[in-house]
């Protein structure tokens, strides 16, 4: 059995005149973060490898909510692949993954996380919000075979506010 939870990068400031990978997280997302990992924390029991996009926004929202876990800095890594906003990538990551672990945490960016959760997830959804998470457990011992598997938890800001 293989469980992976999508998690979309809080909301970003346009504040500041940077290049898209450095955009930081606006006070809604640093807030969002927080809400979301607090309430992770009494739904998720395991986590084996948790994976980031490399961009600011992505990485801050990861570090936030993995405090919230207490996820081993071990198990923690930052995928430049994960900067992917078409999916063909992210896919490639997951399929790619150690069968060694079994929770999966992965932190990116949309439209490639909407897509996924709609192509392998059995619920559809419109759109993954900011800091939204949707977790999908897989039938398979090897990440190379996952297909539609079945969705375990959708959780978006906007249910804890």
């Known amino acids: 059995m293989k469980t992976l939870y999508i998690i979309r990068h809080a909301k970003s400031s346009w504040e500041f005149d940077l290049e898209d990978h450095k955009r930081p997280l606006n006070k809604r997302g640093l807030n969002d973060a927080d809400l979301i990992g607090k309430e992770l924390k009494t739904r998720i029991t395991t986590v084996d490898r948790v994976l980031s996009s490399d961009a600011v926004r992505a990485k801050t929202t990861a570090q936030i909510i993995t405090d919230h ?91 804890l506010r």
Do not use: R
Not at 125 to 154: E, H, M, R, Y
């Open 69 to 159: 876990l207490d996820i081993d800095d071990q198990i923690f890594s930052l995928e430049p692949k994960l900067y992917d906003f078409s999916g063909h990538q992210v896919v490639e990551v997951i399929k790619s993954c150690d069968n060694q672990v079994d929770t999966l945490l992965i932190f990116g960016h949309n439209h490639a996380f909407t897509s996924i959760v709609n192509l392998y997830g059995n619920q559809m959804i419109d759109n993954l919000p900011t800091a939204g998470v949707v977790g999908i457990q897989f039938d398979v011992d090897d990440w190379s075979d996952i297909s539609v598997g079945k969705n375990i938890l959708t959780l978006f800001p906007k249910d």
